[in-house]
């Protein structure tokens, strides 16, 4: 049974930063690529970040420059550090993984709970 816990969300002003942390459990075999994705209400989940096994990277373009996702295999865990965060980067971000990278891309994996990020004055 594979399950992927997120931390880390919370609310923070326009400009500001948050590292959100998600830690995998269960197969490692299920879960090889990683991937962050957020719904804001009123929308469809969308991709935000995606990384391979191997460190190759996909970001939206709404948050290239701002976001960076990373991964650190001993552990099991995937971040996403988000800086200079927007009002529009407000949603529950989700941590999404899957043993294709092509698989995160598409939303075809295991899903987190969510976390809550809020960007407000």
Known sequence: ??????????LVQPGGSLRLSCEASGSRFSIRAMGWYRQADGKQREL????SSGGTTNYADSVKGRFTISRDNAKNM??????SLKPEDT??????????????????GYWGQGTQVTVSS
């Open 1 to 10: 049974q594979v399950q992927l816990v997120e931390s880390g969300g919370g």
């Open 48 to 51: 935000v970040a995606a990384i």
């Open 78 to 83: 995937v971040y996403l550090q988000m800086n």
């Open 91 to 108: 949603a529950v971000y989700y941590c999404h993984g899957a043993e294709l990278f092509t698989s995160v891309m598409k939303g075809l």
